[in-house]
């Protein structure tokens, strides 16, 4: 009744409940009280999109409220980057950011775009998409190691294929100083294509290709970039167990709000994410479009984001990247 009748007299003498103390951990009790809507910057259908929906009904039921998935395309993501950065920081226009537009635009473009630590507020990881380093099964090479030999024995002999700034980086740190010439495709498939076909000699590829080719014996899976094996091909070693400490870029996914987020609402939202990625429905689709989901605090997830953002801009100098 105190705290009613503190209310009633503020907002009789022209006030605000953002007058009153505590108002802003009292919001957050009641948040949310309606429909929440979650960017994402790729189509309909596509890998991303996909994930986001699955996570996007597991929060629905965290949360009480419905969450509607947004579609923003274009600029490789920054349309929908900036959508939520302009927003109302009130916790109900959340972005579901990755390395596309969260590191790789701000870090590649001549102009970036955005302060990507300025321009959002970030609440929690969703996870990291799987990611293999794939060669023909007709390539004399059954280990990295050996890949790396038949590279260094013949420079420039051998290519490899990208189709994102996140698989063509991850070479770069695997190869070194060691001469490979890589073709950069639309998509994933069609660089699969041309590996299977013999074109290509090696590539970074997803969770949702390799897999079913892996197991037909027509291409060979030698290291993951996930930070433990993947259920998918359980065979398959990461980059740590090989001694490869370099491999530091992995493609990764997480939830960001725009700049200014109260930080009770943010810790609510990122506690209902890592509640989310833990529940067995949400996990058990997940795996099965080759995604390891998991959440983190908002300041693990800050950690994480900016050791990315900081391991991919030094690829980018050392090797002279160029945005295209």
Do not use: C
């Amino acid at each position: 009744m105190r705290r009613r009748n503190l209310t009633l007299a503020a907002l009789a003498a022209g006030g605000s409940l953002a007058m009153l103390p505590g108002a802003a951990a009292w919001g957050a009790e009641t948040y949310p009280d309606k429909p929440l809507r979650l960017i994402v910057g790729f189509a309909p259908g596509g890998g991303a999109d996909a994930l986001t929906r699955i996570i996007a009904e597991g929060l629905s039921k965290q949360l009480g409220q419905q969450v509607i998935v947004e579609n923003r395309l274009g600029a490789d993501g920054v349309l929908a980057a900036q959508a939520t950065s302009s927003a109302k920081p009130d916790g109900y226009t959340l972005l579901m950011g990755t390395n596309t537009a969260m590191v790789a635009a701000p870090t590649l473009r001549p102009t970036p775009p955005y302060d990507p630590f300025k321009a959002f507020t970030p609440i929690s990881s969703a996870g990291q998409f799987s990611m293999f380093l794939v060669v023909p099964s007709s390539l004399p090479a059954k280990s990295v190691n050996e890949l790396l030999a038949l590279v260094a024995a013949k420079p420039g002999a051998y290519n490899s294929a990208s189709s994102n700034s996140a698989s063509e980086l991850a070479m770069l740190q695997l190869l070194g100083e060691r001469k490979v010439v890589n073709a950069r495709y639309k998509g994933d498939m069609q660089a699969m294509t041309d590996l299977l076909g013999g074109q290509i000699h090696m590539m970074f590829t997803t969770g949702t290709l390799a897999p079913g080719f892996v197991k037909e014996g027509r291409i060979r899976a030698l290291v993951t970039l996930l930070p433990q094996r993947s259920a998918l091909l359980p065979d398959v070693p990461t980059g740590s167990e090989l001694g490869l400490g370099k491999l530091t870029i992995t493609p990764w996914a997480g939830f960001f709000g725009p700049p200014g987020l109260p930080p009770a609402i943010t810790a609510k939202l990122s506690q209902e994410l890592q509640n989310t990625l833990k529940r067995p429905d949400v996990h058990a689709q997940l795996v099965q479009q080759g995604f390891e989901g998991y959440g983190m605090s908002p300041a693990k997830f800050t950690e994480f984001f900016r050791a990315q953002y900081d391991a991919f801009g030094a690829t980018v100098r050392q090797h002279n990247v160029k945005f295209e």
